[in-house]
């Protein structure tokens, strides 16, 4: 006699071959790596194999159930009803740990309202998925029209499940994050008898040797970039902005004219001390033609006090000119705007910085200054562009605190050990200076204990 297909086994009322059904979904689960393939591989398979409208596989997570696989997966979607009854349903099988049916089979007492609600005019039954002991999910499945759910079919899922359980709880498991696979394991650990002294003992000791390893301790501190030397240029006299040849950022060459005050006036008083100049000396060639000495000597008095003034008033005309006094950029002063406005003598009108030499200036907060010597190395990361740091070496520290923005910091100057071309004074950044090595426990926990300190210090009597 020939092996009939479970198909035929079906048509004929006496169902399939639970071998058979068992082989068959088990071969649809393994062929899948994944979890959501595997799983809908196995509704697909088991839908065949028992003429069901559809199949769904529901897995435990966090003690509810998320439905993982279905023969009919777009028609389930999270937020409609078909999907809370299929976990009502799955739920109300996992409570009771029984096999159900519904229309109920003989001798079997349950409570099967959700399963009820989930057939509808239809067949619904709810199977356990149950690995090493533990409750790992259910299954689902449901008919429409045909004739119910028998004994032989309960028994069917149920050998089907137990082959499936460990495979799905496995794929379920390797799907997980590895801090929650870690987290698993430690706990599994520290559960099994005569293990859990042991497991904290081995703890302990491995969390004082990863807490005394020595690691690098870098001092972090905002820094900024200036120039070596800063020159400001100042108005020679009273007057008026009359030309602007540079605005800030522009690069200036040595003797290249930056700008220009109004010199008329300057002028002027020139031309009035060339002549009292000219006058004293007619005066002290008459005088001498004369023979007066002491006419003589008044003359000669006279005109080197007005050369003395002529020669100040051509410095200050020449000085009317704004000169760049060496190769440079220039970091302040806007005054494209301002031209007619009157300027004060004294009064800065542009300051000006070397492009190629630089200083840094890290400003490092008073609780790690003593960790702070001459001659150390570091590293700077400009916001301007973080991902090449400068290597930088510290020259000087200045022994005046500065407050500022809440906090209370000492300005440490440090040189580029390797300036760049295309550095602007100005730029900001992170500094970190290197401060040797420290314990880990000693890195994570230095501040709030000398925070500590700090407030036990002021509390007490």
Not at 2 to 25: E, F, H, M, N, T
Not at 79 to 89: I, N, S
Not at 292 to 314: G, H, I, K, P
Request: with cysteine; net charge neutral; hydrophobic share 50%.
């Amino acid at each position: 006699m020939d092996k009939a297909s479970p198909q035929l086994l079906v048509a004929a009322g006496r169902g399939p071959a639970p071998q058979d059904a068992v082989l068959r979904c088990q071969a649809a689960l393994l062929a899948r790596s994944l979890l959501p393939e595997a799983a809908t591989a196995l509704a697909a398979e088991l839908a065949e194999v028992l003429q069901c409208r559809r199949v769904s596989v529901g897995l435990l997570e966090a003690g509810r159930i998320r439905v993982v696989g279905s023969s009919q997966a777009a028609d389930l979607d999270p937020r409609q009803d078909a999907a809370a009854q299929l976990a009502a349903a799955m739920h109300e099988s996992l409570d009771q740990h029984l096999s159900l049916a519904w229309p109920p089979l003989p001798g079997i007492d349950a409570v099967t309202l959700a399963l009820a609600q989930l057939a509808g005019t239809g067949q619904a039954c709810a199977i356990p998925l149950v690995a090493a002991g533990e409750t790992v999910g259910a299954i689902t499945l449901e008919r429409g029209a045909q004739p119910p759910f028998t004994a032989a079919d309960l028994a069917t899922c149920e050998d089907v499940a137990s082959f499936a359980a460990p495979v799905l709880a496995m794929k379920r498991d390797a799907a997980l994050p590895w801090t929650v696979r870690a987290r698993r394991w430690l706990q599994a650990r520290l559960a099994a008898p005569g293990q859990r002294r042991k497991a904290w003992i081995t703890g302990a000791v491995v969390a004082i040797a990863v807490l005394a390893v020595p690691l690098p301790w870098r001092v972090s501190a905002p820094a900024r970039l200036e120039g070596a030397v800063q020159r400001a240029v100042v108005a020679a006299s009273d007057g008026f902005l009359q030309q602007v040849n540079v605005r800030p950022g522009d690069r200036v060459t040595a003797g290249q004219l930056l700008g220009q005050l109004s010199s008329q006036d300057l002028e002027l008083e020139r031309r009035r001390r060339e002549s009292e100049m000219r006058q004293h000396e007619n005066a002290y060639r008459a005088a001498e033609a004369r023979n007066e000495r002491t006419q003589m000597v008044v003359s000669q008095s006279r005109a080197a006090e007005a050369e003395a003034l002529l020669a100040l008033a051509e410095t200050q005309l020449q000085r009317s000119q704004l000169v760049a006094p060496f190769d440079g950029v220039v970091i302040k002063g806007d005054l494209a705007q301002n031209l007619g406005a009157p300027v004060k003598k004294g009064e800065v009108l542009m300051v000006l910085a070397p492009s190629d030499n630089f200083r840094l200036i890290v400003e490092v907060d008073e609780t790690d200054i003593a960790a702070v010597r001459l001659g150390q190395h570091g590293a700077l990361a400009l916001a301007a562009r973080p991902e090449q740091p400068l290597p930088f070496t510290t020259r000087r520290i200045v022994p005046l605190a500065t407050a500022a923005d809440g906090r209370n910091y000492f300005e440490v100057e440090a040189s580029l050990d390797s300036p760049q071309p295309d550095l602007r004074p100005g730029l900001s950044g992170v500094a970190k200076i290197e401060a040797g090595h420290r314990p880990l426990a000693w890195l994570l926990l230095h501040r709030p204990v000398a925070w500590a300190r700090l407030a036990l210090w002021t509390l007490g009597p």
